[in-house]
């Protein structure tokens, strides 16, 4: 027997297997596939205010290891979310995690107290990182001072634990990673899409009307793992994993890498029972090397 176990200091988690923002929709539309109550917990698709379209299609491109999206964070808005987030927990006692966005400071504030005021929400996950709502990929996480100032107001404002979800798109993560473990965030989520282009040869324009776009998938499991490595070292509050896994290994190497519990994203657009099998790996991995719980190896990559 193995203890699959992910402890994040606030909360206690049954197993480290988190289906990532934007590729599990509210939850309730995998039902059909598997018991929620497997899972660690689930992130719901960003949500803003009011509700919105997002970007004008193309919004999806495969690559040869991934996926380029430009979804722009279509939702139906925080009135809507909450009823979602009220019929959801009828249905799994999983704890649900709304993942927040804000045009600017006032509006995350404004969306994260809706959902701090809910009994139904576990944890919060800033959005500070999306890479498709403004030309060119640009989001508060790529600034030091803007993340520090967002996470300060949104600690000193509310009491659910605080997930801040990093960009990959900066020339040092770990700065950004400390300035927002400085003001007050209890974990760090790493990593939001890696802008990519995609090029249409016929028009010879970039597919995206945004022209770069999120890459996601397999393509950036190694690119991944080395910020969440450098980030894990570096801070005291856990880090959860994001960035290609597809498998049970994916998320042990993660767990070795520093991390404390992983999300998988793209993955279940592949294949929706996913996380039931990455479970069953992880499992039986664990098993083959002897490895009783998580904690015993995490962090503890052999340099
Ligand atoms: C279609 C799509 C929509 C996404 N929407 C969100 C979102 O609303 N909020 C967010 O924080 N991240 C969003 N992401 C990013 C994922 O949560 C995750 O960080 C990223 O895809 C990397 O993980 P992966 O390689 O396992 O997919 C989205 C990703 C995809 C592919």
């Given at each position: 027997m193995v203890d699959l176990s992910a402890d994040l200091g606030f909360i206690k988690l049954k197993n480290p297997v988190i289906?990532?923002?934007?590729?599990?929709?509210?939850?309730?539309e995998f039902q059909t596939f598997f018991?929620?109550?497997?899972?660690?917990a689930f992130v719901l698709k960003g949500i803003y205010k009011n509700p919105r379209p997002g970007n004008i299609p193309p919004r999806l491109h495969e690559t040869a290891a991934g996926l380029l999206n430009s979804i722009g964070l279509a939702g139906p808005g925080a009135e809507?979310?909450?009823n979602i987030i009220k019929r959801v927990a009828g249905i799994t006692h999983t704890p649900v995690v709304v993942n927040v966005c804000g045009e600017d400071d006032e509006e995350y504030l404004e969306v994260a107290q809706i959902f701090d005021a809910l009994?139904?929400?576990?944890?919060?996950?800033?959005?500070?990182?999306?890479?498709?709502?403004?030309?060119?990929?640009?989001?508060?996480?790529?600034?030091?001072?803007?993340?520090y100032r967002?996470?300060?107001?949104?600690?000193?404002?509310?009491?659910k634990p605080l997930i801040v979800k990093l960009s990959p798109n900066v020339k040092d993560i770990?700065?950004?990673?400390?300035?927002?473990?400085?003001?007050?965030?209890d974990a760090l989520s790493l990593v939001n899409a890696y802008l990519g282009l995609a090029v249409n040869l016929k028009s010879r324009a970039p597919v995206f009307r945004n022209v770069f776009a999120g890459l996601?998938?397999?393509?950036?499991?190694?690119?991944?793992l080395k910020l969440v490595y450098e980030v894990a070292r570096q801070v005291a509050v856990p880090v959860i994993g994001i960035g290609g896994i597809t498998c049970g290994g994916d998320v042990l190497e993660f767990i070795l890498a520093g991390a404390s519990a992983v999300q998988t994203g793209t993955v279940n657009m592949v294949e929706p029972a996913a996380s039931v099998r990455i479970l069953h790996e992880i499992e039986t991995q664990m098993q083959e090397l002897q490895i009783k719980n998580l904690e015993e190896i995490r962090g503890e990559l052999k340099i």
């Open positions: 289906p990532a923002s934007g590729t599990f929709g509210y939850g309730e018991d929620l109550d497997i899972l660690g809507e979310l909450v009994d139904e929400v576990a944890m919060l996950e800033l959005n500070i990182s999306c890479p498709n709502v403004r030309a060119g990929g640009k989001c508060p996480a790529q600034d030091g001072q803007h993340t967002l996470v300060k107001l949104i600690k000193q404002n509310t009491v770990v700065s950004i990673a400390l300035s927002a473990e400085e003001a007050g965030a996601s998938g397999p393509a950036i499991k190694p690119l991944a």
